[in-house]
């Protein structure tokens, strides 16, 4: 079992930023990729971005690409989504997700319905304009 906890939402002006924080106890998950995604009201949950167990891959949503930056730090079991240049479009729920994949194209090619073994409950992110 592994348990994830996201951390660092909040209220940001548009062009702010935030730095989310997703920390994963339980088994290792030494060796399997993680993403994040995302939930605005009404709309389906929605890929953002994904990275390899080393950090040598990464995968980013075309919305924000050359915005948003993931990076982990495995021996404190932890991934970064850090969010430069926000618009309100990015107001959303942000959630940490992995298993059962090792490769990060998984978690960009989700579709609702895929299988991912473990969600966090999500933090809140407004970007007010």
């Known amino acids: 079992q592994v348990h994830l906890v996201e951390s660092g939402g909040g209220l940001m002006q548009a062009g702010g930023s935030l730095r989310l924080t997703c920390a994963a106890s339980?088994?290792?998950?030494?060796?399997?990729?993680m993403g994040w995604f995302r939930q605005a009201p009404g709309k389906d949950r929605e890929f953002v971005g994904s990275?390899?167990?080393?950090?040598?891959?990464?995968y980013y949503a075309d919305s924000v690409k050359g915005r948003f930056t993931i990076s982990r730090d495995n021996a404190l079991n932890t991934v970064y989504l850090q969010m430069n240049s926000l618009k309100p479009e990015d107001t959303a729920v942000y959630y940490c997700a992995t298993g059962p994949s090792r490769l990060p194209g998984y978690y960009r090619d989700y579709e609702p319905g895929r299988q991912i073994d473990y969600w966090g409950q999500g933090t809140q992110v407004t970007v007010s304009s």
């Open positions: 339980g088994r290792s998950f030494s060796g399997y990729a």
């Open positions: 990275t390899s167990w080393s950090g040598a891959t990464t």
